[in-house]
């Protein structure tokens, strides 16, 4: 039996990295929104119940609450900042603002170091980031942990198995709270940590033929991670009822498009569809320079081809997508809603809804590292596994200006040159994603003592945890220097390269 804890979210900015810090001890957890209903954690069994932090005051008049009747499950809760004053408050507790807010680094005083702080000693350093406090405790409880400026800074209920903490024990800057989250899931919950990539993938396979039934699924392969892993966990759940269709947009990576068929329609042996569309892409881009625009014109594009070459197979009745948790997480957030467009997000979206298509999306409760878990145990390539991310768009959005075949082969064959000495200098990995530009700009150069007036291609190099945040990237300067002269060199039409420097925020990975 597969042991599960949910967390619900009331809007932190830490709820994926609460689950992470959880499975990193193989418990299966869940992320749910407030409205979540007691009946139905009832029906889901979980081990045990974390309330996550969140930006409201419990003395807000709209603050997210839960259904009251949660409390009265029986089930090992833990309550996390907000979580643990929502708790106080249900319990006739005394919240309210405090005259001292604690912020970052904080010492903790622990008064009772059994279950929650077994093995902590009498005091830790912590991470706080609240204004209001609690000042009375709830009648039955007694308290775990002071500051000095926090009378209860962590509490707990025996009889009702409820502990909480004014800190936030999952982010790094409290060092030893992967150790509290720890002795909630095993000394509190009796968990066993039995879950891990096989056991994902002998559910998984089930879920999927319950799922899908006798009939079709049809998955857009794009030849990243997320989709090669969906691929070919369908495939050893569906075999042949999986259809793969690849749609060549002419947009692509240096040798990409026969790299993914050697590997999934020869390799795998899969139902493999391949559609050439690069013509019909490259007509409709001619001229077009504004990034929103070349996206919504390919994402269309991609719609039009695909749907056409799906109508040719029989028995289709779903449709595959590679979709993660965080997206997941994100869209049922209490805080969700219309945010500011910054660009549009990368990968093409949904199918028109005239396919009456049903979703299957095999990869929606994991992270993206799980995912590449997954592609391990799977037996994907190990080039593949850690490709770095790349859009929908392709390279569109990284040739600044108009798009022509010549401009895609010089990029193409720069980006190659790029890849090829990073893994050369063994710091692939190390890089969360590389890429090239290619600029509108034309500079004045000097080659065999002649005049030279040609393109400039800028290196893009970062590191980071989920992309959400970044750093560029520290490469060598004797391994940047290589590239520079393998580009200059070797790719006729570049005579300048320059290198990227900017961290997200305020720049975006991606220059388009």
Same mark, same amino acid.
Request: aromatic share 10%.
């Given at each position: 039996?597969?042991?599960?804890?949910?967390?619900? +979210?009331?809007?932190?900015?830490?709820?994926?990295?609460?689950?992470?810090?959880?499975?990193?001890?193989?418990? %299966?957890?869940?992320?749910?929104?407030?409205?979540?209903?007691?009946?139905?954690?009832?029906?889901?069994?979980?081990?045990?119940?974390?309330?996550?932090?969140?930006?409201?005051?419990?003395?807000?008049?709209?603050?997210?609450?839960?259904?009251?009747? =949660?409390?009265?499950?029986?089930?090992?809760?833990?309550?996390?900042?907000?979580?643990?004053?929502?708790?106080? !408050?249900?319990?006739?507790?005394?919240?309210?603002?405090?005259?001292?807010?604690?912020?970052?680094?904080?010492?903790? #005083?622990?008064?009772?170091?059994?279950?929650? /702080?077994?093995?902590?000693?009498?005091?830790? =350093?912590?991470?706080?980031?609240?204004? +209001?406090?609690?000042?009375?405790?709830?009648?039955?409880?007694?308290?775990?942990?002071?500051?000095?400026?926090?009378?209860?800074?962590? /509490?707990?209920?025996?009889?009702?198995?409820?502990?909480?903490?004014?800190?936030?024990? @999952?982010?790094?800057?409290?060092?030893?709270?992967?150790?509290?989250?720890?002795?909630?899931?095993?000394? $509190?919950?009796?968990?066993?940590?039995?879950?891990?990539?096989?056991?994902?993938?002998?559910?998984?396979?089930?879920?999927?033929?319950?799922?899908?039934?006798?009939?079709?699924?049809?998955?857009?392969?794009?030849?990243?991670?997320?989709?090669?892993?969906?691929?070919?966990?369908?495939?050893?759940?569906?075999?042949?009822?999986?259809?793969?269709?690849?749609?060549?947009?002419?947009? *692509?990576?240096?040798?990409?498009?026969?790299?993914?068929?050697?590997? #999934?329609?020869?390799?795998?042996?899969?139902?493999?569809?391949?559609?050439?569309?690069?013509?019909? #892409?490259? @007509?409709? *881009?001619?001229?077009?320079?504004?990034?929103?625009?070349?996206?919504?014109?390919?994402?269309?594009?991609? $719609?039009?081809?695909?749907?056409?070459?799906?109508?040719?197979?029989?028995?289709?009745?779903?449709?595959?997508?590679?979709?993660?948790?965080? +997206?997941?997480?994100?869209?049922?957030?209490? /805080?969700?809603?219309?945010?500011?467009?910054?660009?549009?997000?990368?990968?093409?979206?949904?199918?028109?809804?005239?396919?009456?298509?049903?979703?299957?999306?095999?990869?929606?409760?994991?992270?993206?590292?799980?995912?590449?878990?997954?592609?391990?145990?799977?037996?994907?390539?190990?080039?593949?596994?850690?490709?770095?991310?790349?859009?929908?768009?392709?390279?569109?959005?990284?040739?600044?200006?108009?798009?022509?075949?010549?401009? *895609?082969?010089?990029?193409?064959?720069?980006?190659?040159?790029?890849? @090829? @000495?990073?893994?050369?200098?063994?710091?692939?990995?190390?890089?969360?994603?590389?890429?090239?530009?290619?600029?509108?700009?034309?500079?004045?150069?000097?080659?065999? !003592?002649?005049?030279?007036?040609?393109?400039?291609?800028?290196?893009?190099?970062?590191?980071?945890?989920?992309?959400?945040?970044?750093?560029?990237?520290?490469?060598? %300067?004797?391994?940047?220097?290589?590239?520079?002269?393998?580009?200059?060199?070797?790719?006729?039409?570049?005579?300048?390269?320059?290198?990227?420097?900017?961290?997200?925020?305020?720049?975006? =990975?991606?220059?388009?």
């Amino acid at each position: 039996m597969k042991e599960l804890i949910i967390i619900i +979210d009331f809007g932190s900015q830490y709820s994926q990295l609460i689950a992470r810090r959880i499975r990193e001890y193989n418990v %299966y957890c869940e992320v749910y929104p407030p409205q979540i209903t007691a009946k139905k954690i009832r029906e889901l069994a979980p081990s045990g119940i974390i309330f996550s932090g969140g930006p409201c005051s419990m003395t807000q008049k709209n603050a997210p609450r839960c259904d009251k009747k =949660i409390f009265t499950l029986g089930i090992p809760l833990f309550g996390i900042c907000y979580g643990m004053q929502l708790i106080a !408050d249900h319990f006739k507790g005394k919240v309210g603002k405090s005259s001292r807010r604690e912020y970052g680094r904080t010492e903790l #005083f622990i008064d009772n170091s059994r279950d929650l /702080f077994l093995g902590l000693g009498k005091k830790i =350093i912590t991470w706080m980031s609240h204004e +209001d406090k609690v000042s009375k405790l709830p009648e039955g409880f007694s308290s775990l942990a002071h500051t000095k400026d926090s009378p209860y800074a962590g /509490f707990k209920n025996d009889e009702l198995r409820i502990f909480a903490v004014q800190f936030h024990p @999952e982010v790094v800057h409290t060092p030893r709270g992967k150790v509290i989250l720890r002795n909630f899931l095993f000394k $509190i919950c009796k968990c066993t940590g039995n879950w891990n990539m096989k056991s994902f993938i002998l559910e998984s396979v089930k879920q999927i033929q319950n799922q899908v039934g006798e009939n079709g699924v049809v998955l857009g392969l794009s030849g990243g991670v997320d989709s090669s892993v969906a691929a070919l966990l369908l495939h050893r759940a569906l075999g042949k009822r999986l259809h793969c269709i690849f749609v060549n947009n002419g947009l *692509l990576r240096y040798k990409e498009a026969e790299q993914v068929r050697s590997t #999934f329609g020869k390799y795998y042996k899969i139902n493999f569809h391949y559609v050439n569309a690069e013509k019909l #892409f490259l @007509e409709k *881009l001619k001229g077009v320079t504004h990034p929103e625009r070349k996206r919504k014109i390919i994402g269309r594009l991609f $719609i039009r081809v695909f749907e056409a070459e799906a109508k040719k197979l029989k028995n289709i009745k779903f449709l595959a997508q590679g979709t993660l948790y965080p +997206d997941v997480i994100e869209s049922q957030s209490v /805080f969700g809603g219309p945010t500011a467009l910054i660009k549009s997000h990368h990968n093409v979206g949904g199918l028109p809804d005239k396919m009456k298509l049903k979703l299957v999306e095999p990869l929606r409760f994991l992270f993206k590292d799980e995912v590449r878990l997954l592609g391990i145990a799977l037996g994907l390539p190990q080039e593949m596994i850690h490709r770095h991310p790349f859009p929908g768009p392709g390279l569109a959005i990284r040739i600044l200006g108009s798009i022509t075949r010549q401009r *895609l082969e010089i990029l193409r064959q720069a980006d190659f040159r790029f890849i @090829e @000495e990073i893994k050369a200098a063994r710091i692939y990995n190390d890089i969360w994603q590389a890429l090239s530009v290619l600029l509108p700009v034309k500079s004045v150069g000097v080659m065999g !003592d002649e005049r030279t007036y040609e393109n400039t291609i800028a290196l893009r190099a970062v590191t980071s945890v989920d992309g959400m945040t970044a750093d560029w990237a520290k490469i060598p %300067y004797n391994v940047l220097g290589r590239i520079s002269n393998r580009i200059i060199n070797e790719v006729k039409g570049v005579n300048r390269v320059v290198y990227d420097i900017s961290s997200k925020p305020p720049a975006t =990975i991606e220059w388009e």
